[in-house]
């Protein structure tokens, strides 16, 4: 009882929500997780594609982690902290380097010498390094015009536009690639592998529309907020059984 | 002598025990099968062990082996080193799938396995191995394109992911 009289407080002070602080930590626990498991892979194997996957689910955890932990100061202090939207930028700016690790290991896994596509590393590289150095703008407080469009607001609307673009086009190289792979596999379980491969990169991209369309659905915290939010729990847990492929999901599918 | 394009032998072996199930080779046998499936239930206990990955493949000069497994087997094919493994990949996991079934059947009935499965297998593997050698002849090694998407697999594997 106390715990929620308190949190009702503590949301009308901060204009917080406690549900988007729940939602994010959900995610956090998610992503901790994938991230934890993947170092150990990593460590044991020493191979550049876990190295690429982790380091990506490391940066992803870091994003989620800095929103969390903002957003909770946010909350803990009413309005005398205001450093979420600091942690929105810098999150942005995490999620953004998770995406470039995320395609390398694409190259690394579904391409060979024959059929990767020169250059489109360095061109992904490239794009993502813009928006990185246009959130390095606003993060360290130095926005101007042409960037910051509406005074007073957290981010740049076309900076935004840009980066989920950037995003889009890397996930569906991995969504077209593992979904060719699953398709074209022999066994259920290599199938079954890559289908989660792929929904992970779907449900990646849609974390990133969803908060595209919170952004331009009102002031506060409509219902695409805790939708992106969910999608990008899921799209952990998808990322759990694709990429690490638990004896659970191999034992339904039939294989050993 | 007769082309196999680059087949060796087949064993099937269980997964716990290393015990033989069954095994294929073209002529008289030369393997001792207990002996082969101890050394390979050993090797990767090893791998385990040492956190190194799964075994799926080893090489000597002269032979690719090959590894699969599922729930209750392995399956080992060994080829020629010049012969493509992804050739053979697919006629593989058909033959454990077909193995893992029978052993699996024949332990629900508790019955002791080794020669019933062998007179039941191995017909049905020189049948499997010979329609793959057939294909390799008469398409070179055209229909091995399909096996891309197991490298992709194989690859994920040998990053440790899978």
């Not at chain 1, 792929?198 to 974390?207: D, G, K, P, R, Y």
């Not at chain 2, 697919?90 to 079934?101: D, Q």
């Amino acid at each position: 009882m106390m715990i929620t009289k308190i949190l009702l407080i503590q949301q009308q002070v901060s204009e917080i929500p406690p549900l988007a602080l729940i939602a994010e930590g959900t995610a956090l626990l998610v992503y901790t997780y994938l991230t934890l498991k993947l170092s150990s892979k990593w460590r044991s194997t020493r191979k550049d594609a876990t190295r690429n996957l982790f380091l990506s689910f490391a940066f992803y955890f870091l994003a989620v982690l800095m929103l969390f932990s903002t957003k909770t100061t946010n909350f803990l202090t009413g309005d005398q902290i205001d450093i979420s939207s600091l942690g929105i930028n810098v999150g942005y700016a995490f999620s953004l380097l998770g995406n470039i690790f995320l395609y390398y290991f694409t190259e690394d896994i579904f391409f060979d010498d024959d059929n990767r596509v020169t250059y489109l590393k360095d061109v992904i590289t490239l794009a993502n390094g813009i928006t990185l150095g246009f959130l390095m703008i606003f993060i360290f407080q130095l926005q101007s015009a042409p960037f910051l469009e509406v005074p007073g607001e957290y981010i740049s609307t076309h900076l935004l536009i840009w980066h989920v673009l950037v995003s889009t086009v890397g996930f569906l190289i991995l969504f077209v690639k593992a979904f060719q792979a699953t398709i074209k596999a022999n066994t259920r379980v290599s199938r079954g592998g890559f289908l989660m491969i792929s929904l992970t990169a779907i449900f990646e991209i849609l974390v990133f529309v969803f908060f595209f369309l919170d952004r331009f659905s009102g002031a506060g915290y409509t219902y695409w907020y805790f939708i992106a939010w969910m999608t990008a729990s899921v799209a952990g847990l998808s990322s759990m059984i694709g990429y690490l492929m638990p004896s659970w999901f191999r034992r339904l599918l039939g294989g050993s | 002598m007769e082309d196999t394009q680059g087949f060796i032998g087949l064993w099937i072996i269980d997964k716990d025990s290393g015990i033989p199930i069954s095994s294929f080779e073209f002529g008289h046998t030369k393997t001792d099968s207990v002996l082969f499936g101890g050394f390979l239930v050993a090797l990767r206990g090893m791998a385990h062990d040492f956190e190194i990955g799964q075994l799926t493949s080893f090489q000597t000069d002269t032979a690719n082996l090959i590894i699969t497994g599922s729930e209750a087997i392995l399956s080992v094919i060994a080829i020629t080193r010049e012969s493509n493994s992804d050739c053979w990949y697919p006629t593989l996991v058909t033959i454990n799938n077909h193995a893992e079934t029978f052993y699996r059947s024949y332990q629900e009935k508790e019955i002791i396995v080794d020669t019933v499965l062998n007179e039941h297998l191995v017909p049905e593997f020189r049948r499997i191995i010979v329609r793959n050698i057939n294909l390799l002849q008469k398409n070179s090694k055209d229909h091995c394109g399909s096996k891309k998407e197991e490298a992709v697999a194989d690859k994920l594997k040998d990053s440790g992911l899978w």
